[in-house]
């Protein structure tokens, strides 16, 4: 009798962790939507990992979701292809193959849900120089703090999504996957991706359209603050969180 309450109470511990492992990612993917639009509504430069899709979508007018959809998308063929050509490196069975492309296929409807999150935060977010001249919020000083909340909001997600170790986000899979490729420190490679996705949006955007799009500041600050902000976060928090959703 004692065993099956044991059992019980076991089953109900896993499934109230799972389902906490599930708000924590949930949440960090509306925070890292949030973070990633409202970089990009301050008007001072958007997040590098988005540089290019917001290139893109502002010389050819597209939707700004749709557009890092389509990055997110070639982020993932990337993986897999890198994924596929060190299986033998490393030495994955067909099992542990399958399931490694399995989970970076799994990016793809993740990033569909995500790209209509951050198109819902594009609408009701608004372009504060645009829309609030001369206010607070639409002036230097206001959008400075804007960014430096745009930045801490998409630390913390991208921390949250990680502490919760479900499907990764296409931007920092292909980071980790590169940084397999390459047997580098994956904060190393996040620098060196940033920079390039900030390379290839400068040359397209004056190729194309004669001036920079996208880049300034806020490009610069969110490639420094955001991996601070992780680092920060999980100093506090990481133990207690893994801890809670059960990926410790």
């Known amino acids: ?20 492992r599930a708000v924590v990612y949930v949440s960090g993917m509306v925070l890292l939507a949030f973070g990633i639009s409202l970089n990009k509504k301050t008007g001072l430069g958007v997040s590098p990992i988005v540089s290019v899709a917001n290139a ?10 749709n557009t890092t ?13 890198v994924h596929m050509g060190i299986r033998k490196r490393e030495g994955w069975s067909s099992s542990q193959l399958c399931r490694i492309l399995l989970l970076d296929l ?32 639409g002036g230097m000083a206001g959008r400075l703090i804007l960014l430096v909340i745009a930045v801490i ?58 001036h920079l799009l996208g880049l300034g500041i806020g ?12 680092a920060v976060f999980n100093k506090f928090t990481k133990s207690s969180i893994t801890m809670a959703v059960g990926t410790a």
């Open 1 to 20: 009798m004692s065993m099956g309450k044991s059992t019980g109470n076991s089953t109900e511990k896993c499934t109230g962790k799972t389902w906490l």
């Open 56 to 65: 893109i979508s502002e010389i050819w007018k597209l939707n700004f979701g």
């Open 69 to 81: 959809f389509g990055l997110y998308v070639s982020f993932v063929v990337v993986e897999l292809l």
């Open 106 to 137: 799994c990016q793809v409807p993740i990033s569909l849900i995500f790209t209509r999150v951050l198109n819902l935060f594009e609408m009701v977010i608004p372009t504060f120089s645009e829309e609030m001249p001369g206010q607070f919020w």
């Open 153 to 210: 909001a998409t630390g913390v997600g991208v921390a949250l999504i990680l502490d919760a170790k479900w499907i990764p986000n296409p931007g920092d899979g292909i980071v980790q996957a590169l940084a397999d490729l390459f047997r580098k420190e994956t904060g190393f490679m996040k620098n060196c991706f940033d920079c390039g996705c900030v390379t290839v949006t400068a040359v397209m955007s004056m190729l194309l359209a004669g």
């Open 219 to 230: 490009t610069i600050l969110a490639m420094i603050g955001v991996g601070r902000t992780i």
